[in-house]
C-alpha cells in the first residue's frame, strides 16, 4: 500500500541553525499539505500546495520558513534560522484532490528539537 | 471562524463499557467533520467521516448541527481502541481542515 514518505524521522538542531524536512506524497496525488503539531495540541496547517503551486500558506511564518514543490511531486520545508519555539513534529500529508472534503493520508512526520 | 473543541485531553474507560469522545465545532458554513486517529506509533489516519454515515472498528459518529457537535461514539470498548483521536472540521469553500486538540483514550483492561 503506497504511503507518505518523510524524513528524517528526528532532527535535532541548534537555534539559529537551517534545517530541511523533505516529504514524498502518494504517487498521483495532486494536494500536499505540510503541517505543524506542538506537543499537546493538533496539527496546524503551514501550507498547502495544488501540484506545485501554493494554495494556502496564511499560517507559515515566511520571515523563516519557506516551502517549495518545484516538480509537483516531492517537497521541501525549510527553517532558516531556528527558534526554540519551532520544536515540533512537523507532518506531511497528501490527498488525490483538493478541498477540504477529502481524505488525507499523512506520512510519519518529523520530530524536530531546537536547542 | 473556524474552531474545534475537543473538552477531554484524557479519556479511560474499562474494557465492555460505552465510550463517547466529545466534540463541539463553530463554523459558519455547511461543515464537513472528520474523526481521525493515531494508534501508538502509527501515523494519523481517518477514521470516519460524517458525510459517509458508516461505522468503522465499531465507532460511529453523528452531526448534530442544532448542538454543533460530532461526538465519537462506541457501545463496547476494546483494548485496541487505545489511541489519540483528533476531531477535524472541513467544509464547502474551506480548503483544508483543522483540527482539535486531540483526546487520549485509554481502554483498560
Known amino acids: 500500500e503506497a504511503e507518505v514518505a518523510q524524513s528524517p524521522r528526528y532532527k535535532i538542531t541548534e537555534k539559529s541553525q537551517a534545517v530541511a524536512f523533505w516529504c514524498d506524497p502518494i504517487s498521483g496525488h495532486a494536494t500536499l499539505y505540510w503541517y505543524r503539531q506542538i506537543l499537546g495540541q493538533g496539527p496546524e496547517l503551514l501550507v498547502q500546495f495544488q501540484d506545485e503551486s501554493v494554495v494556502d500558506d496564511s499560517q507559515l511564518p515566511k520571515d523563516r520558513f519557506s516551502a517549495e514543490r518545484l516538480k509537483g511531486v516531492d517537497s521541501t520545508l525549510k527553517i532558516q534560522p531556528a527558534e526554540l519555539g519551532d520544536s515540533a513534529m512537523y507532518l506531511c500529508?497528501?490527498?488525490?484532490?483538493?478541498?477540504?472534503?477529502?481524505?488525507?493520508?499523512f506520512g510519519p512526520g518529523t520530530r524536530l528539537l531546537v536547542l | 471562524a473556524q474552531r474545534v473543541t475537543q473538552p477531554e485531553k484524557l479519556l479511560s474507560v474499562f474494557k465492555g463499557a460505552p465510550v463517547e469522545l466529545k466534540c463541539n465545532y463553530s463554523?459558519?458554513?455547511?461543515?464537513?467533520l472528520f474523526w481521525y486517529v493515531q494508534y501508538s506509533r502509527q501515523r494519523l489516519q481517518l477514521l470516519l467521516r460524517?458525510?459517509s454515515r458508516e461505522s468503522i472498528k465499531g465507532f460511529t459518529a453523528d452531526l448534530n448541527k442544532g448542538e454543533t457537535s460530532f461526538h465519537l461514539k462506541k457501545p463496547f470498548a476494546q483494548e485496541e481502541d487505545s489511541a489519540m483521536y483528533y476531531c477535524a472540521l472541513g467544509g464547502k469553500g474551506a480548503n483544508n481542515l483543522f483540527f482539535g486538540t486531540g483526546t487520549r483514550l485509554t481502554v483498560i483492561p
Open positions: 463554523y459558519s458554513g455547511s461543515p464537513e
Open positions: 460524517h458525510i
Open positions: 500529508a497528501s490527498s488525490d484532490l483538493g478541498g477540504a472534503q477529502v481524505t488525507q493520508y
